[in-house]
């Protein structure tokens, strides 16, 4: 059971390889670090999962990596999912807004922090890691919005990028607030939920990177038909039937 914990190493490895040969690096720079140092994370952990101590560092070291790639990766989705918005001054402070009421909601969860830790290192990086969490749920939430109002589609990368962090940070709030409630008796089963959803969250990946990216259609940002050509068209359809 123990070899099942480095099925997510396999499948981000492989994913990697996927990156790699659809050149993604050009387009999203900061999701293929992100997975890069995933990939070196969870390699560097397999060689110290021996020393408690070095596995103890190791560990909380790369899970604050882990955190601020989140963000950074979130704003690269955010960007490209938004690239057509640019002539709407507003769309800038959308991205800024998510992370004030990440922040927010995050400081109002302080207190049920699991474990009562006394670290403050580690305690800091927890909530750094649930506010990127909520951004991540954010950002979904979003994208949900804005396929049907801007003509998105969802076999784009950016798409499977953030359903794929939308779906593990949703599951992973849900049973970190379960872990604060229950403790220790809940460890074991929110560890194996982890495990889970993130490789659940490597396949969605694999799976919208397997194949080569559609072209994006512009968004002039009016409506497929504005108020002036249906008048226009309502006209012509009126002089046919005469």
């Known amino acids: 059971m123990k070899s099942l914990e480095y099925i997510p190493l396999v499948l981000l490895t492989a994913l990697l390889g996927v990156l790699v040969a659809r050149r993604v690096a050009r387009t999203f720079p900061w999701f293929m670090a992100y997975v890069s140092f995933a990939v070196c994370a969870d390699l560097a952990r397999f060689i110290v999962h021996d020393r ?21 990766v979130m704003y690269e989705v955010f960007r490209n999912l938004l690239g057509n918005l640019t ?48 951004l991540q749920v954010l ?27 939308g779906v593990y940070s949703t599951i992973a709030l849900i049973t970190t607030t379960r872990l604060s409630v229950l403790g220790q008796v809940y460890f074991l089963s929110w560890g194996w939920i982890s495990l889970v959803s993130y490789s659940c969250t490597v396949l969605i990946w694999i799976w919208f990177f397997s194949t080569a990216e559609k072209p994006d259609i512009p968004w002039s940002g009016t409506s497929v038909l504005s108020f002036t050509e249906i008048y226009n068209y309502r006209r012509l359809i009126r002089r046919m039937k005469r």
């Open 139 to 165: 950002m979904f939430v979003m994208l949900m919005i804005l396929v049907p109002l801007v003509g998105l589609r969802w076999k784009q990368y950016a798409s499977g990028i953030a359903l794929g962090f």
């Open 87 to 134: 002539r709407l001054g507003w769309h800038r402070w959308i991205f800024f807004l998510m992370i004030a009421v990440s922040i927010i909601i995050t400081v109002g969860r302080k207190a049920t922090l699991p474990f009562g830790l006394h670290n403050r290192t580690i305690a800091l990086v927890i909530l750094v890691e649930i506010a990127v969490r909520y």
């Open 52 to 72: 408690t101590v070095a596995y103890f560092y190791v560990y909380w070291c790369t899970d604050g990596v882990y955190a601020l790639l989140g963000i950074a």
